[in-house]
């Protein structure tokens, strides 16, 4: 039996959930605002409603050298006038804001009172009680300002969120916002309600997370103006080339940080870690795409030809690699490729592994009493044995500090050849694996290394370093084994 059709009908909105407190914002601009008390947490607050065009009128008796800085400098902008008197009712009169940083009670109370009868919001910093607001963790973009609250539960969890949203939005949005405001009503003067104004503006937003100043489009509004109308419906893809560093997440740049947020789809190597992943927009489709050394790996040209093909069909593609994309990540053959295909392509820096090692072992890869240059090398070739045609009288060289990439299988041969070439097999050497990672540390002569690595777990990528200046690392109380093994720092 056939079920009677039904016809559409609108849906009840959604209820909005509960809010602990109202986020307003209060215009602020040429009002007088009263600040009561000379303390660092008084000046933050001044300096606060300045920066919001208040009037301010400090009351305070005694001053923080932090409050005596702020006087000496101003605020950025509306005004800071001291009075070295108590404050009293009258000073409340017309005031569009009260604050005090009080300790005793009594005070603390007669304040609240006297502005909440004067007309004015009140808050007494730390004193929930007598709080008509509160003030949150802040983030500056302004035009742009986002404004961050807890409820006074966790006050320092405020402020790592505020720090989360920091990293996400980079400061240009200021300017793009600022830019809104003189464009907004040339493109309701020159484009049609609807899906052009609608379009003009899902662009102006797409170019604002793009990390580049209105400035690069045009040296003026009306240019800028144009310039964005006459781009095409579909957004313009590009490739991010982003170096995920050795693998630890806090590493990362503020732009990878921001790329991975902004990425339609993330296409990663198989040494990138979780944590760094996980930092990643969630909605981001996600490859592996799997270059490892001894592996079975995607063939390049057809990491190349999905790249280019992604970017195409308008999507925002990370290219995500372990350490940093241009030392031996393949980023010259995959920025070649991508410009043939007319892709525009973006290289954000990461942390290489070997400047991952140096920070980890706490050791100087240039110590100017033994060391005067660095070299890093590629320890195998595509056929899984030492590269031909590497300088070996170079590397040998007493006064440079070496670093072998993806070297775990040729350790021997390199410690073999840099001997055969001058090299003291008494020479310092180390072995990491997983840099950044706490995973298995060597450190003993180069003569050893060949036999060290045969004790390795194989399927941990290391680093390997030679030269005099890991010879410090040995006697570093902590950080590595005096004698030449293996260490598991989770044992």
């Given at each position: 039996m ?20 109202l986020p ?5 601009k040429?009002?007088?605002?009263i ?10 607050k001044?300096?606060l409603?300045a ?6 009128d ?9 409050m ?18 108590r404050w009293s ?10 604050v ?6 009594d ?23 007598y709080?008509d607001?509160q ?7 302004s ?8 409820d ?18 980079h400061?240009s ?11 907004r009503?040339?493109?309701m ?11 003009f503006?899902e ?15 045009g ?10 109308a006459?781009?095409?419906t579909?957004?313009?893809?590009r ?22 947020q902004?990425a ?5 190597d ?33 990491i ?8 195409l ?5 990370v290219?995500?690699k372990?350490?940093d ?22 290289v954000?820096?990461g ?12 050791t ?6 033994v ?36 070297a ?8 073999g050849?840099l001997?055969?070439?001058?090299c003291?097999?008494?020479l ?20 050893d ?8 777990d ?6 390997i370093?030679?030269?005099r ?10 950080r ?12």
């Amino acid at each position: 039996m056939l079920q009677p059709l039904r016809k559409p009908s609108e849906a009840e909105p959604g209820r909005l959930g509960r809010l602990s407190k109202l986020p307003v914002f209060f215009d602020l601009k040429d009002r007088r605002a009263i600040l009561v008390g000379g303390t660092p947490g008084a000046a933050w607050k001044a300096e606060l409603l300045a920066a919001a065009g208040a009037r301010v009128d400090i009351y305070a008796l005694d001053l923080s050298a932090e409050m005596e800085a702020l006087l000496s400098r101003d605020a950025a902008d509306g005004s800071l006038v001291l009075h070295r008197s108590r404050w009293s009712d009258a000073v409340l009169k017309d005031a569009a804001l009260a604050v005090a940083d009080l300790e005793d009670e009594d005070e603390a109370q007669a304040f609240a009172s006297a502005a909440r009868e004067a007309g004015a919001p009140v808050n007494v910093v730390d004193n929930p009680a007598y709080c008509d607001f509160q003030f949150g963790s802040v983030v500056n973009r302004s035009p742009v300002v986002i404004g961050i609250s807890t409820d006074g539960a966790a006050p320092i969890l405020g402020q790592a969120i505020r720090r989360k949203i920091e990293t996400l939005l980079h400061p240009s949005v200021a300017f793009w916002a600022a830019y809104a405001k003189h464009l907004r009503e040339r493109v309701m003067q020159r484009l049609q309600p609807g899906m052009a104004r609608r379009a003009f503006w899902e662009r102006f937003a797409d170019l604002a997370f793009q990390g580049r100043g209105p400035e690069s489009y045009g040296d003026d509004v009306e240019t800028v103006l144009e310039q964005i109308a006459s781009e095409p419906t579909q957004r313009a893809g590009r490739v991010t080339l982003v170096g995920a560093g050795p693998g630890d997440a806090e590493l990362l740049t503020l732009k990878a940080m921001r790329a991975l947020q902004s990425a339609d789809v993330i296409l990663f190597d198989d040494l990138v870690s979780e944590d760094v992943l996980e930092l990643a927009r969630r909605e981001a489709q996600r490859l592996m795409v799997g270059k490892r050394g001894g592996r079975a790996s995607c063939a390049q040209g057809d990491i190349n030809d999905l790249m280019t093909r992604l970017a195409l069909q308008g999507k925002q593609v990370v290219r995500l690699k372990s350490g940093d994309p241009m030392i031996f990540g393949r980023a010259g053959e995959e920025i070649e490729h991508l410009e043939r295909a007319g892709v525009p392509v973006d290289v954000v820096p990461g942390i290489t592994a070997g400047i991952a090692m140096a920070s980890v072992l706490g050791t100087s890869l240039t110590h100017r009493d033994v060391a005067q240059s660095v070299r890093f090398v590629t320890g195998c070739a595509k056929t899984g044995q030492l590269p031909e045609g590497l300088d070996w009288q170079g590397l040998a060289d007493p006064n440079t500090t070496t670093i072998f990439y993806m070297a775990g299988g040729t350790a021997g041969a390199i410690a073999g050849r840099l001997i055969a070439a001058g090299c003291s097999p008494d020479l310092s050497a180390v072995m990491v694996s997983n840099v950044s990672r706490d995973d298995e540390r060597w450190t003993g002569s180069l003569v050893d290394l060949g036999r060290a690595s045969e004790c390795r777990d194989p399927a941990k990528p290391v680093i390997i370093g030679v030269g005099r200046v890991f010879g410090r690392v040995s006697h570093a109380k902590g950080r590595m084994p005096e004698q030449p093994v293996l260490l598991d720092a989770t044992a």
